[in-house]
Nanobody
Framework: QVRLVESGGGSVQAGGSLRLTCAVS????????MGWFRQAPGKEREVVAFIYTIGGIGSSSNYADSVKGRFTISQDNAKNTVDLEMNSLKPEDTAMYYC??????????????????WGQGTQVTVST
């Protein structure tokens, strides 16, 4: 059973930074993308960023337009972790953040990550 555990959430003022970590204790090697998603109250869950491999070669990452230039996703295979470095945080970044393992799919706009396994989430609150 895949197990993903998030940590690093908290409260921060606008302009501040947080680093989220997803620890993968059991991994399904059929999955070829790892991502961070978020859900704010009253809103649908949305992708924030994901990192993926195609054919097991190299890795690439994609970001939501709203976080490009501010957030960075990284994967450490030795530690079995996926981190999300969040800088210049805004109040609109307030949400529950979830780590997910999934499968890539192609669209006319590029590559997407369809989540299959989820962590329990970690809350990020950004105040003005």
């Amino acid at each position: 059973q895949v197990r993903l555990v998030e940590s690093g959430g908290g409260s921060v003022q606008a302009g501040g930074s947080l680093r989220l970590t997803c620890a993968v204790s059991v991994y399904d090697y059929r999955r070829n993308c790892m991502g961070w998603f978020r859900q704010a109250p009253g809103k649908e869950r949305e992708v924030v960023a994901f990192i993926y491999t195609i054919g097991g070669i190299g890795s690439s990452s994609n970001y939501a337009d709203s976080v490009k230039g501010r957030f960075t996703i990284s994967q450490d295979n030795a530690k079995n972790t996926v981190d999300l470095e969040m800088n210049s945080l805004k109040p609109e970044d307030t949400a529950m953040y979830y780590c997910a393992a999934g499968d890539t799919y192609g669209t006319m706009y590029g590559v997407g990550c369809r989540p299959v396994n989820w962590g329990q989430g970690t809350q990020v609150t950004v105040s003005t």
